[in-house]
Every structure is written in structure tokens, then in C-alpha cells.
């Protein structure tokens, strides 16, 4: 619950982004959340609801799962109940039987969510869902491999880690010209030396 000088706001948070709220709290306690407004439509009235994620990466994907047929923003909350990187890593690999396990999805909208979503959330799977890290600007780099390295921090990496991926990444293909194919061809190397 969020106390607005007397209104109260109830904020809907997945369990995978509820379970690192104490480690994101500040020295008072506070909390800043990244928030999704919507509003829920019942036959006799209109509900605002407000869902809170730690960073904007996690809304982000959050708002390409709502984009899924049948997936609405309460079904989705529900259902993000694992890191949000270990579901985006079954996305990518098409694990229809580990989507099947999260709350409210069952075989088919886990068919479903693969054939939306498959090899176009592969930054995602970077998310790093314990630690923040500090933004930091580099320089001297092209506008797309900015914004890819700008991804990475909110994704938690350190500067010098993510700067190594990109690097490793252009090496392998030097043909990449957007900041998604960088971070999907960082996400496959990262499956690779993982796995």
C-alpha cells in the first residue's frame, strides 16, 4: 500500500519482484518502484490499479507478457512469481513445461507466450534479478550499442562486465548493427558459457 497524503493506492507486485523488495529499500526503509497503471473494468465500475517493479527492464517485460492473447495485467502479476530472467530463459528456449508451472498458465497460453514471444525478449534473460547497479554514460560509442549498454546497467551488470559482453559480442559478429540483435547475440553467448 502506498500512503498519498491520506489516499492510499494498493500496488500489485509480482512475488518475483516482491521477494528482493527488503534488499531495494533504502536506509529508511523506503522503496521506489518503476509502477504500470491500468484500469480494472468490472460491469459496474472502473478499478484504478497501479503494478510496482523495481526497475523499468522488469515493467518492460512485463508489458511484452500482457501482450500475450488472454494474458491480462492481474493474470500476469500472478503468473511472475519466478525471476523474471529464468522465465525469459524458458521463453528463448521454448519450455513450454516449465511456463506450464507458473500460477494461472497452463499448456496452452505456455504454447502461446513461446510463439509471441520467442527470439524477441532475449535482453531479458540478462536481467540479473538480485543486486542494483549505478547508470553510468560511456563514451565514444555509437548511439545502438549505447542504448544497448544503457540495458545491461538496468539490468544490473557492472559497467566493466557489460562493456566486456559488448566487445565479446561485436568480435563474434561484427556484422550487428542494432542494440537488439547486441543484446540477443549477448544473451546467446551468455546460454553458451552458462549452460
Known amino acids: 500500500m502506498i500512503d ?3 489516499l492510499t493506492y494498493e500496488v500489485l507486485t509480482p512475488a518475483s519482484v516482491l521477494a528482493r523488495l527488503d534488499q531495494a529499500a533504502d536506509e529508511h526503509g523506503h522503496v521506489s518502484l518503476i509502477t504500470y ?11 484504478p490499479c497501479l503494478v510496482g517493479f523495481l526497475s523499468e527492464i522488469e515493467r518492460d ?14 493474470a500476469a502479476v ?25 500460477p494461472g498458465i497452463g499448456l496452452q497460453k505456455a504454447k502461446e507466450i513461446v510463439a509471441k514471444l520467442q527470439g524477441k525478449i532475449g535482453k531479458y534473460g540478462l536481467i540479473q534479478d538480485q543486486a542494483a547497479a549505478v547508470l553510468q554514460k560511456s563514451a565514444d560509442i555509437p548511439d545502438w550499442q549505447q542504448e544497448a549498454m544503457d540495458v545491461l546497467l538496468q539490468l544490473q551488470y557492472k559497467t566493466p562486465e557489460a562493456r566486456q559482453m559488448i566487445e ?28
Open 168 to 195: 565479446t559480442a561485436l568480435k563474434r559478429s561484427p556484422d550487428i548493427q542494432t542494440a537488439e540483435d547486441l543484446l540477443n547475440t549477448i544473451y546467446k553467448q551468455r546460454i553458451r558459457t552458462d549452460g
Open 4 to 6: 498519498v497524503q491520506g
Open 61 to 74: 517485460f512485463f508489458l511484452d507478457f500482457i501482450k500475450v492473447s488472454g494474458i491480462g495485467p492481474r
Open 78 to 102: 500472478k503468473a511472475l512469481d519466478r525471476p523474471i530472467s529464468e522465465i525469459a530463459a524458458a521463453i528463448a528456449a521454448g519450455d513450454e513445461k516449465f511456463l506450464k508451472g507458473l
Open 37 to 47: 497503471h491500468y484500469l480494472q473494468i468490472t460491469p459496474s465500475r472502473g478499478v
